[in-house]
């Protein structure tokens, strides 16, 4: 494992646009402690800070932090895509071959190099979150610090599923910016499916069936914090009630995505004449 990581990686590192990419990904994250010393002047007649409210504290952080950093998952996204790209416009996949490398290795290649990026990003995550929560946060009990760091753990699936699902479209098509435009088309079927269930079945049932699509499948793993927030600050408004928590089969759902796609990207090639 660590071998083929290791060759990954020099490969990424080789490549100054991955470099920058990978750099920005990275970064981006960090932004959330932005977002936590935000100031709103609302109309000259008094100042708003969002780290006064009481959204950074513990456990809700993990939460609110999560949500926001997957939202910049793209960046690392076409790292994923391009390095496919690159094996097949530069010919290194079929010298790879040539050189020993199996096309199963190949692969794995590629799933413990999205892995590694992940888990990077999630202690980064960690940190942040960890942080910005012990410098608002008015909690300062270990059990409720460590609450609800499930969320690290769905932040870290959500990104090995996506950059999966990225994965199988850059070996299905070969070029990234057709890979990338193969997840908005499949965003797009998504919401037709949707639709037509709703208007075959009652919107309950539609919805259940829609958790079972495979984008709709990521973003079920960390839903909005913005309603869960909304409680907090109205905890009378019931209909304001809606179930925020990380469940078992929300995480075996994304989990047998992950293995699809990684599978059927070792079928891809396997069938593939190089």
Request: proline share 2%; with cysteine; glycine share 4%.
């Amino acid at each position: 494992m660590l071998r083929l990581l290791n060759l990954e990686l020099q490969k990424l590192l080789l490549n100054k646009t991955s470099k920058i990419l990978i750099f920005v990904s990275f970064i981006l994250p960090f932004f959330v402690i932005l977002l936590s010393s935000l100031k709103i002047n609302v109309f000259g007649f008094f100042t708003l800070e969002l780290g006064e409210l009481g959204i950074f504290n513990f456990p809700i952080i993990w939460h609110l932090t999560t949500f926001f950093a997957s939202q910049f998952k793209f960046f690392f996204a076409i790292v994923v895509v391009s390095m496919i790209g690159n094996e097949y416009s530069n010919k290194i996949l079929k010298q790879n071959l040539i050189d020993g490398l199996s096309k199963k290795e190949f692969v794995l290649s590629k799933f413990y190099t999205i892995v590694f990026f992940s888990l990077v990003s999630t202690v980064l995550i960690g940190i942040i979150s960890f942080s910005i929560g012990m410098y608002y946060s008015s909690y300062t009990e270990a059990s409720i610090i460590f609450r609800q760091t499930e969320f690290l753990l769905a932040y870290c699936l959500k990104l090995v599923a996506f950059f999966s699902l990225c994965l199988f479209f850059g070996m299905l098509v070969k070029r990234s910016a057709f890979a990338l435009a193969f997840i908005f088309i499949l965003f797009i079927i998504e919401w037709i499916f949707f639709g037509l269930i709703t208007w075959k079945f009652d919107h309950s049932i539609a919805g259940s069936i829609q958790n079972f699509f495979p984008l709709k499948s990521m973003y079920n793993l960390i839903e909005q914090p913005f309603q869960r927030i909304a409680m907090m600050k109205f905890p009378d408004k019931v209909d304001l009630s809606y179930d925020y928590a990380v469940h078992w089969y929300e995480i075996t759902i994304a989990l047998g995505w992950t293995s699809i796609f990684v599978f059927s990207s070792y079928k891809l090639l396997k069938k593939r004449d190089l």
